[in-house]
């Protein structure tokens, strides 16, 4: 990691492209139509093929031969041992699936930056792939047999992949996949040492073009059952094949020695011993291993009859896998310094190529720590990030020995200590460094070493070391990432503002995440971070900012997700009860809440440990009405040295103990406690828990006989709420004291003030208010035009009463002019009859509402007798789609997409004759239509292709001349790298111009040029 913090690890990633390339095909191959046709018909039948036989049965030059036969592109993964770490397999089937697919190119890293776990973040990347006609092979299976959490993400990806997708999977031996509804039956197809084998005629091509014509053909098959590498190398002269078992009995390794090692010079097989640790061999990487005049070596090599590929026309070459494991475990058996030699030089093959794990595995494997010191120093962010814990946790254990007590590693094992919410661990290492005196050279070397040290010591309740560390660290943005932390124990003389610091990107982001939260700020808290760890710690903040927005059912959704392996104390401990709480089921309130502080003990937090046991103050008091229960638990939090001292910990219990005590006696002890709550998150600008205090506080105040002061409370109350974007906290403090909206709504002079749709909200949740009486009419005007009088369906006689009644919803206080009317509703006729049409829908439409309410004609204007709630569908469409204008993102996307599910339901006022109407339908269509493309926008720039194309071709459906939409079109096809589509899309948009008379504008034309290049 740099100095100033930011890992940029998913931008780094080193992968072994020789993994990801499809492997050659031997030049003596003989082509065998019969095998490669079936397995092509069989890939291309089935989602998911299996091919499962003993080593040397042909299986992946079967599987080359048949995709190669196939119309589609191909994406090759081969496996190792290492690639049981899941983060490790996730990061190369990604880099395989964009090498035909671009698109999915860090889909998988987004989606652990996301907090996504690594098997869900397989299925994100396979939907990735959508619409591409791939086949994915994953070859050497065996080697994840004995890693479940590898074989869920292979699983998951198999699971999610796209229907256009073919998978084939292949091993040696039978591996389990929970694959569900994909590998049910019709779905699924296996290949096995039957269909491999060869028959009578290949095996007699194949000995001919080896060369070999002391072997009669029908013997090899028949005493090696049709085994390729039993035919090709004669393995069943070994005395322990039996006869008719194939490959089964495998004795290559016996062949191996006697027939083909045992035939070569010293001096190669040295060579080919040596050289086993490659998985390709060429000079150059021969000679990094010590192997002088590699060169010539490998190209004596090749005239010999050995089991390994040639690069067509070079001096690559690659052992076929049994092959180069029998010589791998014969060079293991030199043992001693040989060994160690080769395998430190491999390292340093792989140092220079960058590829640092592995590097690190092979100086580990031999005992070099020190040799790996450099390589592990290289890497274990990286590992981190992938969030690979136990892989990290291993290499820095390995190498703990030799390691420096300042160095990259230290800044990982304080990844590692909070990532596993280990803060004693962090404390631990941060004591040592002090009994060396080397703290404070730590924070001046690495500004993130600091901040993560000092996040240890601040959940330790050591928040006097955190300053220090922070004092002693240059200025960046992982140490106001701290001073943010910090304002949550004393926010005066904090160098950061209340709305925190920008976020730069790298790791110390989770931690301005959280403060966010503790600030009010709900969005912020809940947007996902850039690093993958980031959001591995933080996941709990955005279930917790779900359900502080009022978004309880997504934030229970993910909570339930949740790998309990990932922040199991701030997820179990503080946010889980919490939800819970909200949901108002009290028995698994309690057990969440006490199974959570286990997690917490181990933690080693102190303040997760306070916040517990008031979120168990809040159990007792929300769900148990017990204030007595609450103030005893309040108590002992507050003689705790942390409760009382952190800030945001004393604001909380001072605004539980002000809900008890109000509970309990109308006295002025909750007046004092609620006073200085409020005022205290006024001056610190932790606001989570303002709209609950003021509220508590406006009761105290009335209860007090001030009651200016209690309606200034509730107005603090709403301002706080509405700087949280959601009246979910506001509500519930309601609930509890629902006449605080009841005297506040005396002061109204309106009926539609904020204060009026709170009581509202709070009577649909089964609260009783008391709120004015007046009649409320929904209008219905997309599909069927319908009204609704409180509730239920009525119909007036005329349909010129509902025409009349969408003109006064949408005009300035429900009223009109007559002229207007009459001009809007019958085409600016002023006759007579149509004065009289008029009054009969008026009429009509007053006989369907509730007496006394109207509309009436009062002299040349009509309105309503009475205060009525009138909305319409139209308007509800417009304002929503005004409020999605001033979100971004994501947000504003699913705020658009919910306004547009209005005008899905049909035309606007169908089969209503009036001019009005049809302008207004004319503008709405257009609105829609704007809608539409804005949301198609969105949508591609999130990668949503299908959803963006979707949209915008609805839109150019109604309007096809938005040349704009058609520009769009093209990119979306661009971007799934169908060439055709884009010039299909830029003739459609040619052919409908030419309607108007005109052509494509010269951006048009251009983007055409660039989307063909």
Known sequence: MSQDGRTGSRGRRSVIQSKLAVPPLSERLVARPRVSGLLAGIVDAHPLVWVCATAGSGKTTAVVEATAALDRPVAWLTLDDTDAAPGRLLTYLEAALARPVPRASDVAGAALAAGIPHAEAAGLLAEAAEGARLVLVVDELERLADAPEALAVLAAFVRYAPAAMRVVLVSRVDVQLDLGAAGALGRAAAIGEGALAFTEAEAAQALARGGIDTVDPAHAVQVTGGWVTGVLFEAWRSAEHVPGSGGEADPLSGYLASQILGHLEPADRDFLEATSLLDEVTPARAEALGQPGAGDRLVALRARHLPVVWEPGGLRMRCHPRFREYLVERLERRGGEDVRALRCAYGDLLMAERHHEDAAEQFLRVGERERALPAVEAVVEAVVERLDFAVAERLLDEVAPVAPPLGPLTVAELMLAIGGEDYRRGGRLGDRLDAAGERERLARTSSMAAALLAWCYWHLGRDADA????????????????????????????????????????????????????????????????????????????????????????????????????????????????????????????????????????????????????????????????????????????????????????????????????????????????????????????IIELPTAAILLAEARWRAGDEDGADAAADLALEAATRHGSNHHLLQALADFPAVVARRLDAEAGADSRWHELGRALMAEGVAIDLPARTTIRLAEFGTARIEVDGHEVRPRIAKSVALLAYLAAAPGHAADRDRLLDALFGGRSDESTRAYLRQAVHRLREVLPEGVGPCLDGSQVRFDAEVDLRSESDELTGRLREAARLQGEEQLAAILDALAIAERGEYLPAIPAPWADERRERLVELVGEARVEAAHLAFATGRYRQAEELVEAALAADPFRESAWRLVMRIAGATGDEDRVIAAYRRCRRALGELGTQPSPSTRQLLVALRR
Do not use: K
């Not at 199991?568 to 909200?582: K, S, Y």
């Not at 028995?587 to 181990?602: F, H, K, N, P, S």
């Open 467 to 686: 300053r220090a560390v922070v004092a002693a660290a240059e200025p960046s943005p992982e140490v106001d990432a701290l001073h943010y932390l910090l304002r949550l124990v004393d926010h005066e003389g904090s160098p950061v503002p209340p709305e925190g610091p920008a976020l730069s990107g790298g790791p110390l982001d989770a931690l301005v995440r959280r403060v966010n939260y503790a600030h009010g700020l709900v969005r912020e808290a809940g947007q996902s971070p850039a690093s993958s760890w980031a959001e591995a710690v933080t996941t709990p903040w955005r279930v917790g900012s779900l359900r502080a927005s009022g978004r309880t059912d997504q934030a229970l959704d993910l909570y339930r997700a949740h790998p309990r392996a990932w922040a199991p104390a701030w997820m179990h401990g503080i946010v889980g009860p919490e939800l819970i709480i909200d949901v108002g089921d009290v028995a698994e309130a309690r057990e969440v809440l006490l199974r959570g502080r286990e997690d917490i003990r181990a933690s080693g937090s102190l303040v997760f440990d306070v916040l517990n046991r008031l979120i168990e103050a809040r159990l007792e008091l929300r769900l148990c009405h017990d204030p007595d229960a609450a103030l005893a638990i309040l108590d002992a939090v507050d003689a705790d040295p942390v409760g009382g001292r952190y800030g945001f910990l004393a604001e909380q219990s001072d605004t539980w103990r002000g809900l008890a005590l109000l509970m309990r006696s109308p006295g002025a002890e909750a007046l004092t406690v609620l006073e200085r709550a409020v005022e205290r998150m006024r001056a610190s600008g932790r």
